[in-house]
């Protein structure tokens, strides 16, 4: 029999033991509600990848779907975060945005948006545009290559990437419509345990007959989930107004771009940010492809600006349907040939070159205009050639008898022109034309106001217009023109003072005339 004090220490170290297994138990059990409840959690390691041409709507649509109104554009490879919320488990994440710069010289910068690591937690939207629908199936076609050769020089494993492309046939062949009475607060029973981009191939159900897919149904499977976006659908009205598109036109786009998607395995969304059309649709149906949220709207290609074709739905059969609103076109048509560019031919508008001219040959040419212009009327003095001596006009009042010389025909004048026949004669002719004019008007007796007022003047002003016109017509040397204007003057000072000597005479023979009655 053992003591008392060994009893009771082997009873305190079985309790002892008995509480470190309990605690360890308890440890145990927390740590794997903490495992399980973190499994349950919504990744933050899945992202989408934008690509497309620039001025198509990429940044615009990022923005929407993140709920900011002004979109922030910058260059190279951009990245955003759009917010996602399960209200069903109260938790919330975010999935990462990368828009890359439609410059296909950016395309390098592919390699830090889709790496080996996150290959498989990755979705591609491919951005087109219908404001520009002739450039839509080269843009998407361009963007796919893009993508095919950086996923090709990627270190992928090939047992990896063949079942990243199976996954994609089984999502396809798994595809059922959605149920019409069905809500979205429904969970499905797999969102957790399994990537919805890559479903894996079912173990635990019973084996599903799976029919095969058509001919053109994923021959290019890249291994990547494809979403193609059609923006700005609400440009269909301005291209039927302003460029005649027809309903047949429409369809005709639309089956080529459903061909092109059957293609790759991608889906389809028409959406329009300036309308809000399909907007929330797209964001419901990205966070159901990536997160396995529930989803339930069925595909619809009825209207022509809000087409929406979830991956899975499409085949050639309901591709066909199209075929029969194209009369003037058919199916196989080049896309090209159909949808051509408009074009537009805007005026070149280039700002009028203005030359400065020399300084020089500008005051040049003013000056030969001011020589071309006609003497001016009246008392003013002509203008004198370049080059010309300055005239000096001696001042003119009707008292004084002394400025105005009115000459009359002489035979000495005749004489003395003889020589220089242009210009003295032409003077002579006039002279005479004058006084034989006035002569006639005054039959009677010359008044000495007449002499002294009107006529002087008149002599006066027309010598000096006769003399502009002669110094500007007849180009002679400077010392020829000085020599006839001084027997001019020789001629017109003898003839004023033979009619001075006359009208003294007359004053002087008859006193009681009528010039002494008037005054």
């Not at 499994?39 to 993140?66: F, H, M, W």
């Not at 491919?126 to 990627?154: C, F, G, Q, T």
């Not at 399994?194 to 019973?206: C, F, G, I, K, R």
């Amino acid at each position: 029999m053992a003591p008392i004090g060994e009893k009771d220490e082997r009873m305190g170290s079985t309790l002892a033991d008995d509480d470190e297994n309990e605690s360890q138990t308890l440890w145990a059990t927390i740590l794997g509600e903490v495992q399980s409840s973190s499994a349950t959690n919504l990744p933050s390691t899945k992202s989408v990848l934008v690509l497309g041409d620039n001025e198509s709507g990429k940044t615009t649509l990022v923005a929407r779907l993140q709920g900011v109104e002004e979109p922030r554009k910058g260059s190279g490879l951009e990245y955003y975060y759009i917010d996602v919320k399960d209200d069903y488990r109260d938790d919330q994440t975010h999935a990462g945005v990368w828009v890359l710069d439609g410059d296909p010289s950016h395309t390098g910068l592919l390699k830090f948006a889709i790496t080996e690591e996150n290959f498989e937690n990755i979705l591609v939207l491919l951005v087109a545009s219908m404001a520009n629908p002739w450039s839509i199936m080269e843009s998407l076609n361009k963007w796919a290559s893009y993508l095919r050769e950086h996923i090709d020089r990627l270190k992928l494993k090939p047992e990896e990437r063949r079942e990243y492309e199976d996954s994609l046939v089984r999502f396809f062949q798994e595809y059922t419509e959605p149920d019409e009475n069905s809500s979205g607060s429904q969970v499905p029973s797999h969102r957790r345990d399994v990537n919805p981009l890559h479903p894996t191939a079912s173990t635990t159900e019973e084996d599903k007959v799976l029919l095969p897919l058509g001919e053109d149904t994923l021959s290019q499977n890249l291994g990547i989930p494809i979403v193609v976006v059609i923006t700005k659908s609400d440009a269909i009205s301005t291209l039927e107004k302003q460029h005649d598109f027809k309903e047949e036109h429409f369809d005709f786009i639309q089956q080529h771009i459903r061909k092109f998607c059957l293609h790759f395995g991608a889906s389809l969304v028409y959406t329009s940010v300036k309308e809000e059309k399909n907007c929330d649709l797209l964001y419901k149906y990205l966070v159901h492809r990536i997160y396995g949220f529930p989803f339930s709207s069925p595909a619809y290609v009825v209207e022509k600006d809000c087409v929406f074709v979830p991956a899975g739905w499409d085949n050639d059969k309901k591709i066909s349907i199209l075929y029969e609103n194209l009369n003037t076109m058919k199916a196989d048509d080049c896309y090209e040939d159909v949808i051509t560019k408009p074009i537009t031919r805007k005026p070149v508008q280039r700002d009028a070159e203005v030359v400065a001219e020399d300084e020089q040959v500008f005051l040049m040419k003013q000056q030969s205009i001011l020589n071309k212009q006609p003497a001016p009327a009246g008392d003013s003095p002509a203008r004198q050639p370049a080059g010309a001596p300055p005239r000096t006009t001696p001042p003119r009042t009707q008292a004084t008898t002394n400025t105005v010389t009115p000459v009359s025909s002489s035979p000495k004048k005749m004489e003395a022109g003889k020589g220089t026949p242009t210009s003295e004669g032409m003077l002579a002719n006039f002279f005479n034309s004058l006084l034989n004019k006035s002569t006639a008007k005054t039959p009677g007796a010359t008044k000495a106001g007449d002499l002294s007022g009107g006529r002087r003047i008149n002599l006066h002003a027309a010598m000096e217009q006769e003399s502009d016109r002669n110094v500007l017509s007849v180009r002679r040397p400077v010392m020829q023109k000085s020599r006839d204007k001084a027997a001019v003057s020789r001629e017109a000072a003898a003839e004023l003072e033979r009619l001075q000597k006359s009208k003294k005479l007359t004053s002087e023979a008859k006193p009681n005339g009528p010039d002494s009655a008037a005054s």
